[in-house]
């Protein structure tokens, strides 16, 4: 994937509609509470009392007014948070498939930050941004319409110094997608470091760095608020320049009248009340440009992401133990190997721990070819690498991670029982005891085992163990023992040469 998701889906085109047909509709009820201030101004000169006809045109113009801009403001909303979830999707599918390799390079808080920063981005210009801009291009073409319709002379009046108004927003605009891209860069690098120091900070204050990162903090801290100063000083001189002309265009109106030329005082109070009702939308687009910017500097990052090559795991549990054979070569050195269907084989290999990630999808199989059973499509993979993998939630869960229907608890049990996890089946709660995230408070020991039982519940064809926790482990045997007798699998040893092998028996070269 290396576009961001489609806008316009259908649920998202009905949102645009409706937001257009509110703005529509707004626009509407503007020209008739414009003409029924004309009326009301002018049976006030008169000294007469309003008519029915124009206090209800009011009062039903303000009514649908507030209600059109409810009901478009929750549609925008939708509209963001529709496209938020679309692209918070993407995201982490794509992220899933990318290279474990390309995972380890990249700092794990700027992944985290595409899913708070970015998304917010995005939810705010497809959910603020995009639908004001919609609106104001409805309403202030037919405010200038309902200007003309009431004083031509006078309509030109106003619409010169808002001419003018919208050119000088316009140019202190330009600049303001950099303010944004240093105010980003200043708001991450603190985010990121946050993210990473917070685990250890335990660690880094007994290594005496408490202080200096405090410092450090400190300094961060004062280069984003210049930052957000600067950001913030150009969206309110938006706001100024706007209200500075909103208020010569009402004078302009008022000198234009001044001057004669038969302009009721009526129809002057008409103008001003249209040019009042101008304003909104205006403010509201210049709310949109910061939107956007913000919008713009994130597609950049995300773009840059989508553009990152995948790797394709799309798998099918096989019927049988695959035989595996790994062709080709691997930081320059030739890689041959076969392991027989439902037999226990050793890679041995200078990087013996990309190959296995290489045999199991984990990364891309750049110059090796990797064949289950004459097939390229791979089956139902395990691997277990040195880190133990799993996400916060009961033993139950964790044990049963890579299963597409959960088995009974009395056949989870045994599977845990077989792998020597009697401690963890023996404490409070059993199977409903909590586990942390990716295994923190277990053994190591204990971990591999919760890793080879997952692989048994899991029904894995191919079980690629690649990891320094069985290269330290001093029951490999029996573990071996015990989960060939579990699994119906091909099982793959990567030998990296810095822990004992297994026997000579389980060699197949």
């Known amino acids: 994937m290396t576009t961001l998701p489609h806008v316009a889906t259908q649920d998202r085109v009905i949102d645009a509609v409706l937001i257009i047909s509110l703005g529509i509709l707004q626009a509407t009820a503007l020209a008739v509470a414009a003409f029924a201030t004309r009326d009301a101004f002018a049976a006030l000169h008169n000294g007469a009392a309003l008519t029915l006809r124009t206090v209800c045109a009011l009062a039903g113009a303000g009514v649908i007014v507030a209600l059109c801009l409810f009901l478009a403001r929750r549609r925008a909303e939708a509209l963001g948070q529709s496209y938020a979830i679309t692209l918070r999707r993407a995201l982490y599918g794509h992220i899933a498939r990318l290279p474990t390799g390309r995972h380890a390079q990249r700092r794990l808080g700027a992944l985290s930050l595409r ?40 309509a030109t009046a106003a619409l010169i110094p808002l001419g003018l108004t919208i050119i000088a927003m316009t140019g202190m605009a330009w600049h303001l997608e950099q303010r944004h891209r240093r105010l980003r860069a200043r708001r991450a690098s603190i985010a990121i470091g946050m993210i990473e120091r917070i685990a250890i900070a335990p660690d880094l204050d007994l290594m005496g760095r408490t202080s200096k990162e405090l410092r450090a903090l ?35 109106v008022l000198w234009q009248a001044s001057l004669g030329g038969g302009a009721a005082p009526a129809t002057v109070a008409a103008c001003l009340s249209v040019l009042a009702l101008v304003a909104l939308p205006l403010q509201d687009l210049g709310a949109s440009w910061d939107s956007f910017c913000a919008w713009r500097i994130a597609r950049v990052k995300l773009l840059r992401l989508f553009g990152e090559p995948t790797v394709k795991r799309r798998a099918r549990r096989a019927g049988r133990a695959p035989t595996v054979t790994l062709r080709g070569t691997c930081g320059g050195a030739s890689a041959h190997f076969t392991a027989s269907g439902g037999t226990i084989a050793t890679l041995r290999h200078p990087r013996a721990a990309h190959v296995a990630r290489c045999i199991s999808g984990l990364d891309p ?24 993998v799993a996400l916060q939630g009961s033993l139950r869960r964790s044990a049963t991670l890579t299963c597409a229907k959960r088995p009974s608890d009395d056949a989870i049990i045994a599977t845990l029982t077989a792998f020597g996890l009697h401690d963890l089946l023996c404490a409070p709660r059993g199977l409903d005891q909590r586990i942390a995230e990716n295994g923190r408070g277990l053994s190591h020991a204990q971990t591999l085992r919760l890793d080879l039982a997952r692989a ?9 163990i690649a990891s320094l926790r069985w290269a330290v482990e001093p029951d490999q045997d029996l ?3 015990t989960l060939m007798s579990q699994a119906a699998a091909t099982v793959i040893i990567a030998e990296t040469g810095t822990a004992p092998t297994p026997p000579d028996k389980h060699r197949v070269d």
């Open 115 to 154: 899913f708070v920063g970015d998304l917010s981005a995005a939810r705010l210009w497809f959910g603020r941004g995009l639908p004001d801009v919609l609106t104001a291009l409805v309403i202030l073409p037919a405010a200038v319409a309902i200007l003309v319709a009431l004083d031509t002379r006078l």
């Open 218 to 252: 400190d300094t961060h801290g004062a280069s984003l608020r210049r930052a957000a100063v600067a950001r913030r000083g150009r969206t309110a001189g938006l706001q100024a320049i706007l209200q500075v002309g909103m208020a010569l265009s009402g004078l302009t």
């Open 365 to 388: 199989e750049h110059g090796l070819e990797v064949q289950f059973d004459t097939r390229t499509s791979r089956p139902k993979v395990a691997h277990i690498g040195d880190a133990h």
């Open 456 to 464: 048994v519940l899991g029904q894995a064809n191919v079980i690629v």
């Open 479 to 481: 573990l071996m023992q």
